[in-house]
T-cell receptor, first 111, second 112 residues
């Protein structure tokens, strides 16, 4: 079946550091790819998405590019802030019905 | 503009007790989902409902039942709670073809 693998962390960075969270996937079809973010005490919310190969999703300074040849969707941000501290989930969806999530990566940003 | 509303937010049960987690969405979404979140395991799908009147098992359905009461509401029932069901439960919904999930704030359940 479909699956998502991501670095589990925790990841600890200083403010203004560069962030990369790796995500790779296995899927039989051509899934859409997502990054969701979960702030403390809250539910998950969509951060960005990409629906086809070479698409770049972006939001709030975060970016991720759908790489079909390496089955990857790595999350990057050039300069993290304390307010970015959260858990980040990579996910995929086939046909918009079934969603598969990675284990989540906890990010802590220190001032 | 409530989105997805889950109740209760917190619950403590004793082994063998039963309870129902309630979920309602006001976005006219067709599909609804129940996930559980455990440390290091991400989100695992318990049950989902593609439309009113239909439900299907997900990855971890054992020990749970669901009811899609109408288009808005999707409840999750634990008939005889076990400590292994201690978790945070999330309800989510999506519109057909939208390909994006909207989540509730979660329900933290502890089974002693």
């Amino acid at each position: 079946g479909d699956s998502v693998t991501q670095m589990e962390g925790p990841v600890t960075l200083s403010e203004e550091a560069f962030l990369t969270i790796n995500c790779t996937y296995t899927a039989t079809g051509y899934p859409s790819l997502f990054w969701y973010v979960q702030y403390p005490g809250e539910g998950l919310q969509l951060l960005l998405k990409a629906t086809k190969a070479d698409d770049k999703g972006s939001n709030k300074g975060f970016e991720a590019t759908y790489r079909k040849e390496t089955t990857s969707f790595h999350l990057e941000k050039g300069s993290v802030q304390v307010s970015d501290s959260a858990v980040y989930f990579c996910a995929l969806s086939d046909y918009g019905q079934n969603f598969v999530f990675g284990p989540g990566t906890r990010l802590s940003v220190l001032p | 503009n409530a989105g997805v509303t889950q109740t209760p937010k917190f619950q403590v049960l004793k082994t063998g007790q039963s309870m129902t987690l309630q979920c309602a969405q006001d976005m006219n979404h067709n599909s609804m989902y129940w996930y559980r979140q455990d440390p290091g395991m991400g989100l695992r799908l318990i049950y989902y409902s593609a439309s009113e009147g239909t439900t299907d098992k997900g990855e971890v359905p054992n020990g749970y039942n669901v009811s899609r009461l109408n288009k808005r509401e999707f409840s999750l029932r634990l008939e005889s709670a076990a400590p292994s069901q201690t978790s945070v439960y999330f309800c989510a919904s999506t519109r057909s073809g939208a390909n994006v999930l909207t989540f509730g704030a979660g329900s933290r359940l502890t089974v002693l």
